[in-house]
């Protein structure tokens, strides 16, 4: 299966966290060779933020990309309540959008 992810500014459930994310975490384990995590965290009732995490070979960093660069960066959100591997967050991103963009799961839009 190939599935190509694109960004965007939409007002719909993806948005452009989830392909962020996940491009982030799969460049990560690509070129560092070590381990990479989808994380979601709560922003305020009804709205979470996914991000990226890849294992530094010490702890877990927040992942930020710029067009197609990958990065360890800082973050001072909340705490993650809910990890992912990247190719569970892809199987729940495609089969959210196959929903259609007015579907939010569970109440929340991420």
Request: proline share 0%.
């Given at each position: 299966m190939v599935?190509?992810?694109l960004g965007g500014c939409v007002t719909s459930y993806e948005g452009t966290y989830v392909p962020?994310?996940?491009f982030a975490?799969?460049?990560w384990e690509q070129y560092t060779r070590r381990p990479?995590?989808?994380t979601?965290?709560?922003v305020r009732p009804g709205i979470d933020h996914v991000q990226a995490q890849g294992w530094d070979g010490e702890e877990w960093k927040y992942l930020c990309n710029d067009g197609w660069f990958v990065f360890a960066g800082k973050f001072t959100g909340k705490e993650p309540y809910k990890t992912l591997?990247?190719?569970q967050a892809l199987d729940e991103h495609v089969h959210?959008?196959?929903?259609?963009?007015?579907?939010?799961f569970r109440g929340r839009m991420y």
């Open positions: 599935v190509i992810l962020r994310a996940i975490a799969w460049t990479a995590r989808i979601i965290s709560h591997t990247i190719r959210i959008h196959k929903l259609g963009s007015h579907y939010r």
